[in-house]
């Protein structure tokens, strides 16, 4: 009975991603003093900028032109997730909080780190606790080997995922971009998360950077 117990708690991790909610705001029933966050389309909008003007994002979501994302890169010292296409056309960008513990690679199950590395989506789907997600592979082969290095497991589960259900309609989108609150996933706006959801397949790469 507690061997049946203990596979199933190791699933529920494996499987759940995160699973800690953002604390509700103190002013959660007042929209006073939120930007209007809607996404909206720029056609033929020019993408000609430095790479570092690239990684700035000036609103919570942009979308400059609609297609298919080849490769995410998520830039985590800059908050931030970028989606090209396959001629390096800038798609859109989207603000995104981290895990608790931001600052270097993930390592260990429970360490509330973002990863770092190259990864492929593996699915797409809703979900009842945060509205849509998007799994990645992690742990790849460098983090598997660096965390048995260490002698931990390295865990699993890391999505790019959206809202809490108290924040399904967008009134606190700012005040949750404005701190990391995930378990080691990557949060953005359901507006954004529909977007993306629109933008990618198994086919995308997800680039992490620190």
Known sequence: MKK????????????AGCG?????PKDSNTTEGVKDTNITIEQ??????LEDDI???????????????????VVKSKRIAVLFDTDGNML???RISLGEHPVGPKRE????????????????????KYYKEILISYPNREDIEASRALGVNPGGGITFHSQV???????????TLSHD?????MAMTNKGMDNVWDSVNKDTIVEIRE
């Not at 049946?4 to 499987?15: A, Q, R, S, T």
């Not at 990684?55 to 890169?73: L, W």
């Not at 609150?181 to 996933?185: A, E």
């Open 55 to 73: 990684f700035e994002c000036n609103q919570n979501d942009e979308v400059f032109r609609e297609g298919i994302a080849s490769k995410i890169v």
């Open 109 to 128: 199950a429970g360490d509330k780190k973002t990863p770092e590395g190259v990864y492929h989506i593996v699915d797409i789907r809703r979900d009842p």
């Open 92 to 94: 859109s960008r989207h």
């Open 165 to 175: 259900p108290w924040n399904w309609d967008g009134h606190g989108d700012d005040y």
């Open 20 to 24: 800690k909610k953002p604390p509700f």
């Open 44 to 49: 033929n909008t020019s993408i000609s900028t």
């Open 181 to 185: 609150w995930t378990i080691g996933c």
């Open 4 to 15: 049946g117990i203990l596979v199933l708690l190791i699933g529920m991790i494996v499987f």
